[in-house]
């Protein structure tokens, strides 16, 4: 996966911060699953979900919409 960039925005200008990318993107992937319906609109159901064996992978934020449809 690509660094993830995040910024702090401050009055006047945006300022890149220094990353290092599992602790962000596992720091990053709790908070937007603690406010997923905030965030998306999205109730959240499961992280690092395992699918099945055919398809052998695993999706890192479970969800379910309003009209109860997976996302």
Known sequence: ???I?????????????P???VAI????QTLVERHLE???????????FSTTKSHGGRIDTLGIDDTNSPV
């Open 25 to 28: 993107e596992k720091s990053l």
């Open 5 to 17: 960039k995040l910024f702090r925005v401050v009055e006047g200008g945006v300022h890149l911060l």
């Open 1 to 3: 996966m690509p660094d």
């Open 38 to 48: 905030v965030f998306l609109g999205v109730r959240f159901l499961a992280s690092e």
């Open 19 to 21: 990353s290092s990318s």
